[in-house]
């Protein structure tokens, strides 16, 4: 059964509360906006895709019941149904996570949505309300089919550069934060690949990063690939290093792949904390560095990687762990006793910076998979993307 970290049908949309991950399987129902703004910024629903589609669906399950029950201006405030609900709404879950560039990708397709559903002579509020829940529907359907393909097309990129030797021949891959259910719609992005590579018999092993300090890798890639019977191995982030250099070899480790929460116009990446350190690992032991991102994480009006606005978290992320007491047993498992608790890590007063995300210079990363295909450096070194935005007619979107 495939893993689900996002279920919606019309009027009602749940989460996974990713919180409560490994140990417990939750599911949250996101009743209204402020339900879907705390989500993302909690992190109890993250990965650029998935805050996207969360914070479109929250809004749908809104005007739904605008619809079905009529605006309460008491409670929404005047000329708050339609057009001015949904804007208010949208520019307000822009807040929530600032640096993913597809929840700012989403709001401006659905403003546009709202803006052509309104200029109709015939327009009402229940009509722009149908427009928006329609599109916000069809972003949560094609984000599971890009997923898809992002896998194809990586994986085929993947296989053509390794050094794989058929028949029977597999490779290993290094990953790091979380890439896929619980980060996208369904699949995954740079997990997307590694499922394909699976699914295809390719891979021999699947090593990710813990992904400190909120452990992303630990708590959910390990999730889900233990889910999907795949064959994997944890490391801490320090031990990347080691890895590579001992293992590289023996294992077939022949590249790693991540995602992304923003890509510039000119390739330079940000992605979960760690990921550049994971790129300058990559060039030194002579392994490929692949970026897998739909085509709306890449951000063509933000120059270079140095505009890219990173978010600051809480030290106390960084200071203190979470997790249930666990009793190891006689044949290795863990038996949870009692639920999750904090942690102290750190000696108290403790100061420590916590930035999300860090930014990977493009020149670092040899080819980033999207959609609608692989995006290599062209003769000048540097990456052009104006061929995958290219719209079957021609004119750009």
Known sequence: MALQAIKYTRGKLEILDQLRLPHEEVYREIRTVQDAWDAIHSMQVRGAPAIAIVAALSIAVCVNSCNNKGADPAAIGPNMTGAGLICHNLK????????????ADAVQKLQKVIFT?????????KSINDAYIQAAEQMLIDDVWDNESIGRHGADWILRHSHVVSPGGKLSVLTHCNTGSLATAGYGTALGIIRTLHARNYLKRAYYTETRPYNQGSRLTGYELLHDHIPSTLVTDSMAAALLSLKRDSENISCIVVGADRVAANGDTANKIGTYALAILARFHNIKFIVAAPRTTIDRSTASGTDIVVEERSPTEVTTIKGPAVKQLADGTMKMEG???????????????NPAFDVTPADLIDCIVTEKGVVEKSGDGQFHFEKIFAAVNGSTN
Request: net charge neutral; aromatic share 6%; no cysteine.
């Open 92 to 103: 307000f879950l822009l807040t929530s996570r600032p640096t993913a560039v597809n929840l």
């Open 117 to 125: 559903a309104g200029i109709h002579p015939a327009s009402t509020d």
């Open 339 to 353: 639920r999750s608790q904090q942690i102290g890590i750190a000696a108290n007063l403790t100061d420590a910076w």
